[in-house]
C-alpha cells in the first residue's frame, strides 16, 4: 500500500517530518517498506498485515497517524446530494444470494464528458502507483485509494434492460475483462450481469463491454460488498487479482459504502459534469454494534505493565473505538465499523501496547518451573549420535528431504509406498524420501566434482515410507579399496553401538534397494535389523557419473534408541594382573568366514583366553589360490596371578589345535 | 694447585654442564668436581703448599666454585625432573613456526551447531526440547493457530500438501507451530517448550528462499506470564546468540496465533545500526515473529485464557546463522559442500 504526505495531510495535521513519521509508522505496526521523495511530496509504502483491511486507505493510515502523533482526525465531509429522481423501477438490483452480496448500491449519472484527469488527481493516483485512464476511472480509483471502498463504473447503455444481477456465474459462460482476457466462468465466481450476460467479475474486475470509454457518457456506479471467501476463491481460480480484489477478500466496511460511493459522485460532477439523476441500493444488512468489556486487570496480565484510564481513553478513541460505561475493573468499549479485525479484549489489549509503543513494556524473566522431560530424550540421544560420528571424522550433511520421483526411482525405491506431493514446484521436489541414502549420495557425487577427498558424510532426519515418518540415519563413504571401505563403515557401525553401550549386536547378510545382494549388510540388534550396510549399486553410480566406488549404511534410530534405553554400563574391575599377547598367522580357505573361526574359538572357552580378534587380512603372493592369510591376535590373562609362560603356551597350543583341527588352517 | 686455573675451571664448569643428556652423565660431573677424588679435592689439598698471605682467598674462591656446581646439580636435576632436557638432548630441532598435527575430526553441520547453541540456552533456562513430526494435519499446522482455511493471513503460510488415503487432508507443516497445538492438548501448563525442526514452503529456490529450512519455536504458558516476561527472556537470547552490544527492538506485527504480535529486529550486526547493504539500509534486521499466545488457540486445546497465559516465537535458523556468520546464499547449507563444512 502506498499512500503519499501530502494525501495523508488533507485528513491530519502532520507537524513531524516524513522519515520521522515512517520510522513512528513502523514502530506502530504500519511497517514502511520503502519512502522516496517525489514531485514535491513524500511516497510511503507500507506492509499492511492482512487483519488490518481499514489500512488499506489514506483515511485509515490518517487515522492511525492521528493516533501516533497525538493529532486530531479531520473525517471526509461529504456533501449531501440528492439524486433528480427518487423513481424506482428506472434500474433493478437483484441479489441471487445475499450471502455472496450483502449490499449493493447504484448510482446513475448522466450526461458526463469523459477525458483525461485534471493534473492534480493523475498526480496523485500515479505516486500511489496507480495509471491514469480516464477522469470517470481514475475518480474510482482515487476514492477508492482514499477510502479504501472499491468502485466500479459500467457504461450505463451497454447494459440491457436496466436490470442488474449478482448471481453466480454458469458453467458455461465467458467473459472478456478490461486487460483484454477472456475468462471461462465457473460457479464458483461472482458475476455482475444484465439479462444477458456478465457484465464483470464481482469484486474482481469489469467486463470489456461495458467498460467506460471516449464514447460513453451515462454511467452506473457500483458500491457494494461481496463476500471475502467468494472473491478470494474466484480470485485464486482465475488467477486475477486486483485492488479491489485486494480489499474484499481482506473485509470491507460496510458503514462507509454510502459515503464512499457519494464521495465519487461528487468528484464525478465537479470533474466530469452530468447530472446525478439515480440512487438505488439494496436494503443495508443488519449490523450489531459490538461492546467489548475490558477489564483493567487483563492488560496487566497480559501486558506486564500498568496503563492508566486516561491513556487508555485517549489512545482507543484516537482511533475510533468509544469508550463507554466504566467501572472500577473495567470498561465498555464500543468498536467502530471499520475495525473487523477487533472483537475481544486481547485485541484491544494490542492497541493500547502498539499506540503507546511497545517499547514502554518493561522486560523481565520469568519464573520458570521444571518440567518433566523424560518423554523428549529423543533429542539427547540424537545428539549422542551425532557426536560419536563426529568424533571418527564423519561430516554431517543436511540434505533436501524433498527429491525427484526419478531419482528414487533409481536408488531402486518402488512407487507405491511413497509420499508424494500435491503441489509441488518442480518435478525434482516431488517426492519426500523413503531413504536418506540417495541425498547423501548426490552429495558425495557433487563433492566429487569439486575434487573432494576422503568424503564420508552423515545424515540424521526423518524418512517417509508407508504414510509414517521414522528417524533415520544415513551415513555414505567414498573410498577407492572397496575391502577396506566397507569394513571401515561397519567399524562405525561397532563403535556407535559400543560408545552407545550396546553389547550384543550380529552381522548378517540382507538384501536393501540400493545394494547389491551380496554386498548387502544388515547389523541385527535384539533379533532386528538395525541397520543395513553395502555398496551402491554401480548402475546408480554409473548414472550419477561417480567413478568411485561408494558405500552406504542406514540405521532405524528408534530401533537403536529403545536399545539405549536398555543398556546400562556396568564396571568390570581393572585386570591387576598383566597380559599376555599372541599373534597368529595363519593360511585359511578363502570361503570360510572369520567371523565363524572367532566365534568357534571363543565358544571352545579356552582357559585365560580373554580377547580373541582379527588383527590383518591380506591375500598376495604368498598365499596359494582359494586361501587368504588371517593374523588372529589372541590376549591371555587370569584375574589372581600373573600368568606363567608355561600357562600361555597350553592354553595358546589349543587354540592352535582348534584352528588346524576345524578349519584345516596352516600355520605360517 | 697450579694446574689450575680458576678462570679456565669457572668456563670448564659450564660447558660439562651444558652438555649433559641424562642423570648419568649428571651424577659423573658430580663425582668429576666434588667427589673424594674430585677436582675440588685435589685443590683443597693443594692449599697447604700456598704461602700463607693467598690462603684464605684461595680458599674463598674454592668455596665459590663448590657452591656453584652445587647450584649447577640442583638445577639441572630440576630440569630432568620437568622434562625440559630431554627432547633437546635427544637431539631434537624445534622449529617454533612449524605447524601441529591434528586428530582430523568429523564437523557437525551449521545448522546442528546453531540448533544446538540456541537450544541449550533455552534449556539452561528450564525449558525442554520437544520435536514434532514433519507431516501435520490441516488442524494443527492451521485451524488450531487461529487461521482460517480460507483467509488471506494463509498466504503467509503456502504449504504443500501430501496425496493421502486417510481422510483427513495432510500436509507438510509450514511452521513449527503445530508443535504447540501437539504439547498443549497432552500435557497442562506450566509449559516452557523449544521446538527446533524442518519446515516446508513451496517457494522458488534462490539466494534467499528455500522449500525446506529450519525453525525453532518457542513457547511458554503459565498464570501470569507477559509481554514483559517476553520482551525479558528474548533479549538474553539475542544477546547470547550474537552479542552483548545489540540493540533490539520489538515491533507490532500481524499472526493469527499471537495476540499482540510483535516482529523482533536486531540492531544490524554487521554496520552497528548505521544502515548497510546486509540490513538495507535500515539498520535494523528482523530476526524472529513472536506475541501473546492467541485465545482463541487456547480455546482450542482447552486451556481457559482467564486462567492461563502465554507467549510464542518462532525464528529461521538458516537465516540466524547468515547473520551471525556472515552467509549469503542459504543453498550452501544444503550443498554439504565439504569446503563449506569443515569451516565450522
Known sequence: MKVTYNWLNDFVDITIPAEELAEKLTMAGLEVTHLEKRDGDFVFELEITSNRPDLLSVIGIAREVAAITDSKLRPLHIKGLRSLKQKTGQLTIKIENKN??????????????????????????????????????????????????????????????DTIFVRRAKGSEKIVLIDGEKHNLTKDSLVIADRQKPIAVAGIM????????????????????????????????????????YRFERGIDMQAVESASLQAVNLILKIAGGEFVLSKSTPRPKTKQQIITLK????????????????????????????????????????????????????????????????????????????????YSKWIKTRQVKNILISQGV?????????????????????????????????EQEVLRPSIIPGLITCIGYNLNQRQKDIRLFEIGNIFRNNQEKPFLGIAYCGKEPEKTLRLLRGLLEILCYRLGIAKYEFGFTRYPCFPKDVSLSLIVNKKICASLGMIKPAILENLDIKDYLFAAELDLELLFAEIEKAQKRYIPVPLYPEAARDISIILKQNIPVGDVIKRIKLNQIRYLVEFNLKDEYLGKQIPPGHKGLTLSCIYQARDHTLTTQEVDISHQRVLDILRTAFSAQQR | MSDYNIEDLNLQIEQDFSGISDLQALEALRIKYLGRKGILAELTAGIVDLPASKKPGFGKQINQIK????????????????????????????????????????????????????SDIFIRLGFVVVEGPEIETEFNNFTAL????????????????????????????????????????????PLAVIVP??????????????????????????????????????????????????????RPHFFPFTEPSAEVDISCIICQGKGCSVCGRKGWLEILGSGMIHPNVFKQVGYSSGQYTGFAFGMGVERIAMLKYGINDIRLFFENDLRFLRQF
Open chain 1, 100 to 161: 455472496d452480496c450483502p449490499l449493493y448500491t447504484a448510482k446513475v449519472i448522466k450526461g458526463v464528458k469523459i477525458e483525461s484527469s485534471p493534473d492534480w488527481l493523475k498526480r496523485r493516483l500515479e505516486l500511489v502507483g496507480l495509471r491514469s485512464v480516464n477522469n470517470i476511472v481514475d475518480i474510482t480509483n482515487y476514492v477508492l485509494m482514499e477510502t479504501g471502498q472499491p468502485l466500479h463504473a459500467f457504461d450505463l447503455n451497454r447494459i440491457k434492460d
Open chain 1, 206 to 245: 469489469g467486463g470489456r463491454d461495458c467498460e467506460v470509454v471516449q464514447e460513453t457518457c451515462d454511467i452506473l456506479l457500483e458500491a457494494a460488498i461481496f463476500h471475502p471467501i467468494t472473491t478470494r476463491r474466484a480470485s485464486r481460480l482465475l488467477g486475477l487479482s486486483s485492488e479491489s480484489a
Open chain 1, 296 to 375: 483493567h486487570n487483563r492488560i496487566k496480565r497480559i501486558l506486564g505493565s500498568d496503563y492508566n484510564i486516561r491513556e487508555i481513553k485517549q489512545i482507543l478513541n484516537a482511533l475510533g473505538f468509544t469508550v463507554g460505561k466504566q467501572s472500577r475493573t473495567d470498561c465498555k468499549i464500543s468498536v467502530p465499523s471499520f475495525r473487523i479485525d477487533v472483537s475481544q479484549p486481547v485485541d484491544l489489549v494490542e492497541e493500547i501496547a502498539r499506540i503507546s509503543g511497545y517499547e514502554k513494556i518493561p522486560s523481565r524473566l520469568p519464573r520458570i518451573i521444571p518440567q518433566d522431560a523424560r518423554a
Open chain 1, 395 to 427: 561430516n554431517e550433511a543436511v540434505t533436501y528431504s524433498l527429491l525427484s520421483r526419478r531419482c528414487i526411482n533409481e536408488f531402486g525405491y518402488p512407487d507405491t509406498k511413497l509420499m508424494t506431493v500435491t503441489n509441488p514446484l518442480s518435478s
Open chain 2, 67 to 118: 657452591q656453584k656446581v652445587l647450584g649447577l646439580l640442583e638445577t639441572k636435576k630440576q630440569d630432568f625432573k620437568d622434562g625440559a632436557l630431554k627432547p633437546d638432548a635427544l637431539g631434537m630441532q624445534v622449529d617454533v613456526t612449524s605447524p601441529g598435527i591434528a586428530q582430523e575430526l568429523g564437523h557437525r553441520h551449521l545448522i546442528t551447531q546453531v540448533i544446538e547453541e540456541i
Open chain 2, 146 to 189: 487461529n487461521i482460517p482455511l480460507e483467509h488471506p493471513s494463509r498466504d503467509m503460510f503456502d504449504t504443500f500438501y501430501l496425496t493421502s488415503r486417510s481422510k483427513e487432508r495432510l500436509l507438510l507443516r509450514s511452521h513449527t507451530s503445530p508443535v504447540q497445538i501437539r504439547v498443549m492438548q497432552s500435557r497442562k501448563p
Open chain 2, 197 to 250: 525442526g524442518k519446515v516446508y514452503r513451496p517457494d522458488a529456490v534462490d539466494a534467499s528462499h528455500s522449500f525446506v529450512f529450519h525453525q525453532i519455536e518457542g513457547f511458554m504458558v503459565d498464570e501470569n506470564i507477559g509481554f514483559a516476561d517476553l520482551k525479558g527472556i528474548l533479549q538474553l537470547v539475542a544477546k547470547s546468540i550474537f552479542s552483548d552490544k545489540i540493540k533490539m527492538r520489538f
